[in-house]
Nanobody
Framework: QVQLVESGGGSVQPGGSLRLSCAVS????????IGWFRQAPGKGREGLVC???????YYGDSAKGRFTIARDNAKNTVYLQMNSLTFEDAGTYFC???????????????WGQGTQVTVSS
């Protein structure tokens, strides 16, 4: 019954930026880790970054230096700011809720529907 709703995807030029949003319930946001994942066409789901209930973060190699995760508890939202986007960043982006902050998809119990990111020139 836990719902997560991603938004903010779209088409962006190489080198551009997008900010994705993940709307979750207050209790989920307060008690669970939230992770961002992506799945490129023909590839598996890749963990990008997560933020714990205590606000600790963990960044995967694909996200380090370019992506930033942030929480806005008042808005029940976790954001993923993505900068310096390349063609390799295209795909479906998901947020998910789990008990611990990690980058393995099987650590997460609840998933959003995904939002599409296209990078094209």
């Amino acid at each position: 019954q836990v719902q997560l709703v991603e938004s903010g995807g779209g088409s962006v030029q190489p080198g551009g930026s997008l900010r994705l949003s993940c709307a979750v319930s207050r209790v989920v946001l307060a008690n669970r880790a939230i992770g961002w994942f992506r799945q490129a066409p023909g590839k598996g789901r890749e963990g990008l970054v997560c933020i714990s209930a205590s606000d600790g973060t963990y960044y995967g190699d694909s996200a380090k230096g370019r992506f930033t995760i942030a929480r806005d508890n008042a808005k029940n939202t976790v954001y993923l700011q993505m900068n310096s986007l390349t063609f390799e960043d295209a795909g479906t982006y998901f947020c998910a809720a789990g008990y611990f902050c990690g980058l393995a998809p099987d650590q997460y119990d609840f998933w959003g529907q995904g939002t599409q990111v296209t990078v094209s020139s």
